[in-house]
Structure formats: C-alpha cells, structure tokens
C-alpha cells in the first residue's frame, strides 16, 4: 500500500486546513481498510491524531475533539482530515496510515505508512 499525504501548509492560528490521504496498492478494496492520522512535532514521539473505520465510525484524541474531523470517500480513494481552530500546537509534520483491521489512534498498530505532510500553524 502506497500513502500520500498532502494539504499542508502554513495559517495563522484559528484557521483552518484540509489534509488529503491518497492511496493505491490495496490487496482489497480500500473500503475495508481502517486509516489513521498521526502527527509528529520536532523532538515528539509520533501521537494519533483520530482514525476511521471501514464502516466510517471514527475515534479521536482528546485534544483535537471538536476541532478536527475525519472522513473518508471510498470512492475517489481519499481519506481527509478537516482541522479548525487550530492553534500553534497543532504544529506538527501529518502522516496517514492504513491498516486492514479496527480504527486505531495507536501508531505501532500501522503498517502502511505515507510520507507526511508540513503543518506549521504561527502568527
């Protein structure tokens, strides 16, 4: 499985960014892979950011609730990450990832990995 993450960049803090998840590769159809957004700030461990389901169920860290959302569109093969109100701490490189079996904030849980994308968020 083959990952790209894109739709980084720069804002000033309170706005708004939409990160892309494109993919190919699969053994099946995507739809019944989980995937997850992770995120790793200079010197940080990588840390989930949410993850969703085949079945589009999708779970959250306590610091992103209410601010980012997740969905996919199994269709065009592309999995997004909608993130308001973010803040300088949201700072961070994004990187999606797939795994054939539950939705998991758990790094160690992936094995797909895609190269991430830059997220800075600074007035």
């Known amino acids: 499985v083959q990952l790209q993450a894109s739709g980084g960049g720069l804002v000033q803090p309170g706005g708004s960014l939409r990160l892309s998840c494109t993919g190919s590769?699969?053994?099946?159809?995507?739809?019944?892979?989980?995937f997850g957004w992770f995120r790793q700030a200079p010197g940080e461990e990588r840390e989930g950011v949410a993850c969703?389901?085949?079945?589009?169920?999708?779970d959250y860290v306590e610091s992103v609730k209410g601010r980012f959302t997740i969905s996919r569109d199994n269709a065009k093969r592309i999995v997004y990450l909608q993130m308001n109100s973010l803040q300088p701490e949201d700072t961070a490189i994004y990187y999606c990832?797939?795994?054939?079996?539950?939705?998991?904030?758990?790094?160690?849980?992936?094995?797909?990995w895609g190269q991430g994308t830059q997220v800075t968020v600074s007035s």
């Open positions: 990832a797939a795994r054939g079996r539950a939705c998991s904030t758990v790094a160690n849980d992936y094995v797909h």
């Open positions: 969703i389901s085949s079945s589009k169920r999708a």
């Open positions: 590769g699969y053994s099946s159809s995507q739809a019944f892979y989980s």
